[in-house]
């Protein structure tokens, strides 16, 4: 072969790869089901692997506290069951902790009318009296005289998931490069033909933009405008020194689970217009946790940090091909660890047809 002939082949193979942007949770699946699927993948980001709102999920994979009609869209409905079909493919740990999901809300009638709506709906979810959680969750100082439990809800670390997924993605010839920054979208009178990193150009046949609040940006680079919003959210980091919750406890006061045996997660809600010190925000948290558990004098709060996550418009994915720019792909959605699998999924189907 001729040093013109090789270089030919090159530019040929190139062509034919794909860019995902986006090395979060829904890149890091995107990467694995297109590698899965036989596909040339590289995949761009300009930190390490779930760095960004990824690591600041709570990584509450379930229906609890989600209102029954959440979950009723094409890519909503048929998360859980992908996500389950995905774990079979990893070999990498994730920090999975299945041990349901135990919620109530302000009012026993509210409960009831909770899992009645999830129950209607076809979704496993049951009522439990304060003796039976109590039993389940022996951590805990009280409980309502009724509370809802969903049995198949589960926690996993959604650092180790998204790095799992890469894992997966690199064995089957996926190629991740880390600390490289996407300027923008390349594209010509047919469509993308690449990007434009800080570190030159890549040509690619398809470019899938999976990288949160910042596609927007992105998106824009190759005239296409899309709506989504920053929403944030407030990820607690506490220690404990054992296990204070089996589960992923959420009540009116606070949402809790164990990260592992001495890692406690909380989940909190941002005042509109706050930009104080995350810290601040577990104060409350921090005194709740104190009065729901026996035994949580000595929890510390460790790590607090608020971060966007993406609400495209209506709370819909944006999930597939951009018919105005042939060959861009878009992978945006929130709630990003229990969709990934699905969003995933979605996009290997559509590159099928390309």
């Given amino acids: 072969m001729t040093t013109r002939e090789a270089e030919s082949e090159r530019r040929a193979t190139e062509r034919d790869r794909i860019i995902v942007i986006g090395a979060g949770v829904i890149g890091a699946s995107v990467a694995h089901h297109l590698a899965r699927a036989g596909h040339d993948?590289?995949?761009?980001?300009?930190?390490?692997?779930?760095?960004?709102?990824?690591?600041?999920?709570?990584?509450?994979?379930?229906?609890?506290?989600?209102?029954?009609?959440?979950?009723?869209?094409?890519?909503?409905?048929?998360?859980?069951?992908e996500f389950d079909r995905v774990l079979t493919e990893l070999t990498a740990p994730i920090g999975l902790?299945?041990?349901?999901?135990?919620?109530?809300?302000?009012?026993?009638?509210?409960?009831?009318a909770f899992v009645a709506d999830h129950q209607a709906a076809g979704h496993r979810m049951e009522l439990l009296t304060a003796r039976e959680v109590l039993m389940r969750e022996p951590g805990l100082r009280d409980a309502p005289d009724v509370v809802a439990y969903a049995p198949d809800d589960v926690g996993i670390d959604p650092v180790a998931y998204t790095r799992a997924l890469l894992q997966s993605a690199q064995e089957h010839g996926a190629e991740v490069r880390t600390g490289t920054t996407v300027l923008r979208v390349l594209s010509d009178g047919g469509g993308v033909r690449g990007v434009l990193t800080d570190r030159g150009e890549l040509e690619a046949k398809s470019v899938v933009v999976a990288a949160g609040t910042a596609s927007v940006g992105i998106a824009a680079s190759a005239g296409v405008d899309i709506d989504?919003?920053?929403?944030?959210?407030?990820?607690?980091r506490f220690s404990t020194p054992r296990p204070l919750v089996r589960g992923i406890l959420s009540t009116p006061e606070l949402e809790v689970r164990q990260l592992d045996d001495t890692t406690l997660l909380a989940a909190e809600d941002v005042p509109e217009g706050f930009l104080g010190d995350p810290r601040e925000l577990a104060v409350a948290t921090l005194a709740a946790i104190r009065s729901s558990f026996v035994d949580a004098e000595d929890v510390r709060l460790e790590h607090a940090v608020i971060a966007d996550r993406p609400i495209p418009a209506g709370d819909r994915p944006l999930v597939g091909p951009v018919p105005a720019m042939p060959g861009l792909h878009l992978a945006i959605a929130h709630p990003g660890v229990i969709l990934s699998a699905e969003i995933g999924r979605v996009v290997a189907a559509d590159h099928t047809l390309l």
Avoid: N
């Fill in 228 to 236: 989504v919003v920053g929403s944030p959210c407030c990820l607690l």
């Fill in 41 to 81: 993948v590289i995949v761009l980001d300009s930190r390490t692997p779930g760095a960004g709102v990824t690591a600041a999920s709570f990584a509450w994979v379930g229906m609890a506290k989600s209102p029954a009609d959440a979950y009723a869209g094409s890519v909503r409905q048929r998360a859980r069951p």
């Fill in 97 to 112: 902790r299945p041990f349901g999901a135990v919620t109530w809300e302000e009012s026993e009638d509210l409960t009831r």
